[in-house]
Structures are given as structure tokens and as C-alpha cells.
């Protein structure tokens, strides 16, 4: 069983929205502590989204007010609303989680995760 695994990729026009999914095993999940990346052609991977155990977020300035991560306790998956999406958000998103230094938990880009996910494809044409 994949210990995360995420779903809801696909290829839209620009100012299009999909929304992302990522489920997570009890053992993954259990920190709370979740987030979301994107790996564009040629580039370097990048944290967009995270949150932390309270459902507090944070995010790149590049994606603020477009994208909206939150997570289910219940069912124990995480999600990434994407809206208004624009060429350069193209690329292979992954979600990951438990983060190794719990004081970095619910800050994008700060901190390495313990476990991260499979990737789907997003392309937005222009």
C-alpha cells in the first residue's frame, strides 16, 4: 500500500481549477503535519502549500489566494484547491508529510518531510 498517494491531475486551460487529492496510511498521517510540492520541467521541486496539525496554512507568494490546501482527519487526505490556474503552475505535484523537524510543521518551504508521494500531472495550457 503507498503510504501517500495522490490523484485529481489532469490538463486544463488557464483560468481553469482542478483539485488535488492525497490519502495518506495511519502511519503517515499521524503527525498532522502536511504538505504539498510541484515539480515543474527543468526546475527544482517546490513547496506550495502547507499546513499543520491546527489546519493553520501557509503558502508561496506565487500561488496566495489561488490555492487552498486542508485535510480530512477523518478520512485522512489531504487536498489542494487550485483556481485561476496559469501556465506556470504546469507541473507534477506531490503531497508529503511528517515533517522531520516538528518546529518547521505548517511552514512552506522550511524543513524536510519524512515521507513524500507518488506525483500527478498538471498541465494548464495558455
Known amino acids: 500500500q503507498e503510504q501517500l498517494a495522490a490523484s485529481g491531475g489532469g490538463s486544463v486551460q488557464a483560468g481553469g481549477s482542478l483539485r488535488l487529492s492525497c490519502a495518506a496510511t495511519p502511519a503517515t498521517y499521524s503527525e498532522g503535519c502536511m504538505g504539498w510540492f510541484r515539480q515543474a520541467p527543468g526546475k527544482e521541486r517546490e513547496e506550495v502549500a502547507a499546513?499543520?496539525?491546527?489546519?493553520?496554512?501557509t503558502y508561496i507568494d506565487s500561488v496566495k489566494g489561488r490555492f487552498t490546501i486542508s485535510k480530512n482527519n477523518a478520512n485522512r487526505t489531504l487536498y489542494l484547491q487550485m483556481d485561476s490556474l496559469e501556465p506556470e503552475d504546469t507541473g507534477i505535484y506531490f503531497c508529503?508529510?511528517?515533517?522531520?523537524?516538528?518546529?518547521?510543521?505548517?511552514?512552506?518551504?522550511?524543513?524536510?518531510?519524512?515521507?513524500y508521494g507518488q506525483g500527478t500531472q498538471v498541465t494548464v495550457g495558455s
Open positions: 499546513i499543520d496539525r491546527r489546519g493553520i496554512t
Open positions: 508529503a508529510a511528517d515533517k522531520v523537524f516538528f518546529v518547521f510543521c505548517g511552514s512552506v518551504g522550511r524543513g524536510d518531510y519524512r515521507h
